[in-house]
T-cell receptor, first 112, second 115 residues
Framework: GNSVTQMEGPVTLSEEAFLTINCTYT??????LFWYVQYPGEGLQLLLK?????DKGSNKGFEATYRKETTSFHLEKGSVQVSDSAVYFC???????????FGAGTRLFVKA | DTEVTQTPKHLVMGMTNKKSLKCEQH?????MYWYKQKAKKPPELMFV???????INESVPSRFSPECPNSSLLNLHLHALQPEDSALYLC??????????????FGPGTRLTVT
């Protein structure tokens, strides 16, 4: 079945540091890939998405590229801010189904 | 408007109470979802409605009863819950077709505590 594996956290960075959160997936066909962010006490917000190979999703300085050859969708940001502290979920949706498969989540702490 | 609203924001209920969670969206989405999220875990799918019909029930205990009165509203009726049902309950919606292609929009959740 489909699955998503993302790096374990927590990840602690200083402000303005470079961020990478690794995400790899296993799926049949051509899934759509997503990054969601959850701030404390809130629901999930879509951060970015990619629906086919080599697509790059980007939003608020975050980027991720759909790499079919390495089955990866790593999240990157060049300069993190304290306000980026949150939990980040990598997720996929397979074609033809309703279900979203979430990774375990990676908690990010950014220190001033 | 890309907002999914949920009420109440917080709910404390005893094990013999009956309560309901409500969810609303006005994006024209025809797929709506209930998720349960425990602390430090990803959301777990409970139910999916497609065009107001129940499409998926992930073997959820019958003390949780979903209802979709129309295309904009989704309810979750709660009865005789257990303390382990305490969690954040998230509602989500998405475009229906092609299935699996589109992102889900999540509400802010209802924080449920069962005493």
């Amino acid at each position: 079945g489909n699955s998503v594996t993302q790096m374990e956290g927590p990840v602690t960075l200083s402000e303005e540091a470079f961020l990478t959160i690794n995400c790899t997936y296993t799926a049949t066909g051509y899934p759509s890939l997503f990054w969601y962010v959850q701030y404390p006490g809130e629901g999930l917000q879509l951060l970015l998405k990619a629906t086919k190979a080599d697509d790059k999703g980007s939003n608020k300085g975050f980027e991720a590229t759909y790499r079919k050859e390495t089955t990866s969708f790593h999240l990157e940001k060049g300069s993190v801010q304290v306000s980026d502290s949150a939990v980040y979920f990598c997720a996929l949706r397979g074609t033809g189904g309703f279900k979203t498969i979430f990774g375990a989540g990676t908690r990010l702490f950014v220190k001033a | 408007d890309t907002e999914v609203t949920q009420t109440p924001k917080h709910l404390v209920m005893g094990m013999t109470n009956k309560k309901s969670l409500k969810c609303e969206q006005h994006m024209g989405h025809r797929a709506m979802y209930w998720y349960k999220q425990k602390a430090k875990k990803p959301p777990e799918l409970m139910f999916v409605y497609s065009y107001e019909k129940l499409s998926i029930n992930e073997s959820v205990p019958s003390r949780f009863s979903p209802e979709c009165p129309n295309s904009s509203l989704l309810n979750l009726h709660l009865h005789a819950l257990q303390p382990e049902d305490s969690a954040l309950y998230l509602c989500a919606s998405s475009q229906e077709m092609p299935r699996g292609r589109y992102e889900q929009y999540f509400g802010p959740g209802t924080r449920l505590t069962v005493t």
